[in-house]
């Protein structure tokens, strides 16, 4: 890898969780706030905890978005959680707010007659299409989520997705573009293994 997997500070990211479990298999990353060392990395890794607005507005402030919009669409990306809805094309969530629109959707509000929101735990996910980010994973993978908010877009885009309440898109992706919206470095083996087939693919 001529450099690192850049995961992206901009103030609302579970960063070092993500780099321990990249470290973990022996991927190289580094934590980077400046457009120039997202330039430079060769994929990118936008991880999310919290609202919506407050993490673009974050994004916009720290000069980032224009930058990670850019960049996204030249090298490996991915999203993790908040940094899934990220992606889309805006939110619901305390009013609306445009997102980076590399993938068409919105992201709203999940509803359940019969379970708690938010979405907290492991929960299995449901292939829809092959990809390189699922390779090696068991026929039965579980991972872990954290969420009151999902996305809606086409099915196109929907790699997997779980059942809670109804159909969760769980991973999406459009050309280089990945999303999941559960947490891969809280997810165990099988969370590892979804890290490491992206960095593969630098």
């Known amino acids: 890898m001529s450099m690192k997997i850049g995961i992206i500070d901009y103030g609302a990211g579970n960063l070092f969780s993500?780099?321990?479990?990249?470290?973990?298999?022996?991927?190289?990353?580094?934590?980077?706030?400046?457009k120039v060392d997202i330039e430079k990395a060769d994929a990118l890794i936008l991880p999310g905890v919290g609202a919506f607005g407050d993490s673009v507005n974050m994004l916009r402030e720290k000069g980032l978005f224009d930058s990670v919009k850019a960049n996204a669409v030249k090298k490996p990306f991915l999203g993790i959680c908040l940094g899934m809805q990220l992606l889309f094309t805006k939110s619901y969530e305390y009013g609306e707010t445009k997102g980076l629109d590399l993938i068409s959707g919105d992201?709203?509000?999940?509803?359940?007659?019969?379970?708690s929101i938010p979405h907290m735990g492991w929960n299995e996910l449901e292939i829809k299409?092959?990809?390189?980010?699922?390779?090696?994973?068991?026929?039965?993978?579980?991972?872990?989520?954290?969420?009151?908010?999902m996305a809606r877009c086409d099915e196109a885009n929907i790699i997997a997705e779980c059942d809670y309440g109804g159909r969760v898109p769980a991973i999406?992706?459009?050309?280089?573009?990945?999303?999941?919206?559960?947490?891969?470095?809280?997810?165990?083996?099988?969370?590892?293994?979804?890290?490491?087939?992206?960095?593969?693919?630098?």
Request: proline share 1%.
């Open 172 to 202: 999406v992706k459009k050309g280089n573009v990945f999303g999941v919206q559960f947490h891969p470095e809280k997810s165990g083996d099988a969370g590892l293994v979804i890290l490491k087939n992206f960095a593969e693919l630098v």
């Open 18 to 34: 993500v780099k321990n479990a990249l470290s973990f298999i022996g991927v190289e990353s580094a934590i980077i706030s400046d």
């Open 129 to 149: 299409q092959d990809s390189s980010l699922l390779k090696g994973l068991e026929k039965s993978t579980y991972v872990y989520f954290v969420h009151s908010y």
């Open 107 to 115: 992201v709203v509000k999940m509803e359940s007659k019969s379970l």
